[in-house]
């Protein structure tokens, strides 16, 4: 049976999903049902229908590659590559570890986007065909991560001190949403944590509206309907208590 994974985008020429110009290859299904996601159709396992149109169809690692491959020349005059983003890349581990395999045959640079939150033998598989982690993390403290995504952050950092543990590139990216992990106190916890497991280096993603007509599509309810979204300008003082902990915080 040929391999396919059920995607919901490609989109080319992206400047904010690893280094260089990239290819994110969007995958359907997330185990975390976050308040704030700007893409709600990803947590489906289904292909759905958003308006009119389906929001999603099977892709083989064949007809994925050729569309990466069609910008390779970018990648290779600016460093870029291929990003796997989500939803969650993890939940289609197969077909994602498949794909980064064919990718790094190509010799295209590889990273994968992700929670972190699967199991420990599908988090390694998976992870060690990238040459760079972004791993999100969304609270510092237990019962608000679950609040705030539906699951706790147990097996999430377990799995990134895993990757720490394996040598692995990660860049941690803290989505910074108002009146969940925005306050001081939040940042002052994000450093303890972010020092606890050696890491030098933080992306702040500041909170913004881009996903909320998808509800609209999907006839969902939206939790953040109203929020003012944040800018680096909002931040500042986020980003300097961090920065005062020793860590390279940046947008």
């Known amino acids: 049976m040929t391999l396919k994974g059920l995607l919901f985008n490609i989109q080319k020429f992206s400047l904010h999903d690893g280094p260089?110009?990239?290819?994110?290859?969007?995958?359907?299904?997330?185990?975390?049902?976050?308040?704030?996601?700007?893409?709600?159709?990803?947590?489906?396992?289904?292909?759905?229908?958003?308006?009119?149109?389906?929001?999603?169809?099977?892709?083989?690692?064949?007809?994925?590659?050729?569309?990466?491959?069609?910008?390779?020349?970018?990648?290779?005059?600016?460093?870029?590559?291929?990003?796997?983003?989500?939803?969650?890349?993890?939940?289609?581990?197969?077909?994602?570890?498949?794909?980064?395999?064919?990718?790094?045959?190509?010799n295209i640079h590889t990273a994968i986007e992700t929670s972190g939150y699967a199991g420990g033998s599908v988090f390694e598989e998976v992870s060690a065909g990238a040459a760079l982690l972004l791993f999100d993390l969304k609270h510092h403290d237990v019962r608000r991560h679950l609040e705030g995504t539906g699951v706790h952050n147990g097996l999430i950092l377990e799995n990134l001190k895993n990757a720490l543990g394996r040598g692995m590139s990660v860049l941690p990216r803290i989505p910074v949403i108002p009146g969940y992990n925005d306050s001081a106190k939040d940042a002052g916890a994000f450093a303890s944590l972010l020092e606890s497991m050696g890491l030098q280096r933080v992306q702040l993603l500041?909170?913004?509206?881009?996903?909320?007509?998808?509800?609209?599509?999907?006839?969902?309810?939206?939790?953040?309907?109203?929020?003012?979204?944040?800018?680096?300008?909002?931040?500042?003082?986020?980003?300097?208590?961090?920065?005062?902990?020793?860590?390279?915080?940046?947008?």
């Not at 990239?22 to 700007?38: M, N």
């Not at 291929?82 to 969650?88: A, D, I, N, Y």
Request: charged content about 25%.
């Open 20 to 106: 260089g110009i990239r290819t994110v290859v969007f995958f359907k299904g997330c185990p975390l049902s976050c308040k704030w996601c700007s893409n709600p159709e990803s947590q489906r396992t289904e292909p759905c229908m958003m308006g009119d149109a389906i929001d999603s169809r099977p892709y083989t690692i064949e007809e994925t590659l050729k569309v990466c491959l069609q910008d390779r020349p970018f990648y290779e005059e600016s460093g870029g590559g291929v990003t796997l983003s989500g939803g969650e890349v993890l939940t289609q581990g197969k077909f994602a570890t498949a794909l980064l395999e064919t990718l790094r045959k190509e």
């Open 206 to 251: 500041p909170f913004h509206q881009f996903g909320e007509k998808k509800y609209d599509l999907l006839n969902l309810p939206y939790a953040m309907r109203g929020a003012a979204q944040l800018h680096p300008e909002d931040l500042e003082e986020f980003r300097g208590i961090i920065a005062r902990n020793g860590i390279d915080c940046f947008f």
